[in-house]
């Protein structure tokens, strides 16, 4: 450790020494925090909103949901898919409510107090998606994600394609953004109108 030395000239004043040893530690704490800082900035965050469908655990980009709401009323709609529930009025807006489980899994969501509504918008118009449960905001390190291919032997093919690994278990990275660009989603009246 680097300690001012006193002079052996005796005209030293002891509150030199005391700031000189002050002026050390300074430095000794500036170059360990600028140390830290750019190792924290080489590790970048990534911030999702974590979800259940069925058994799966899945996290999608926090910028990618516009909120998530307890379930509202809906007014079923003819002639639709069955995961196709209907629309619902959201604070004005009406809604189509879309049951991702039943559109993945093509069995309905056993509907419980910890389903959920995530309203996320596609060709910028709001849509519901119905899911078991949220979990609540999570935070990964950038440096954690990885590509993850057991998804292409799921219902979430084309939907998750990365996951995050943690000490208790993997969050695939479900790309909401993604069901738009399929016309199975995308187009929710029934063939046989």
Known sequence: MDHPEASDTGQSNPADHLFARLQTYEKRSLAHDAGEAQRQQKISNW?????????????????SVEEVIALPAWTPIPGTRDWLLGLANVRGNLVPVSDLGAFLFQSPTTITPRCRLVLTRFHSRLAGLIVDEVLGQR?????DLQDDESWQATAFAGLVEQSFATA???WGVFLLDRLEQRPDFMNGARDDR
């Open 47 to 63: 911030s999702g909103i974590a979800l259940r469908v069925r058994e799966h655990q899945l996290a999608c980009r926090i910028d």
């Open 168 to 170: 208790d278990r993997r």
């Open 139 to 143: 935070h990964f390190h950038t440096d």
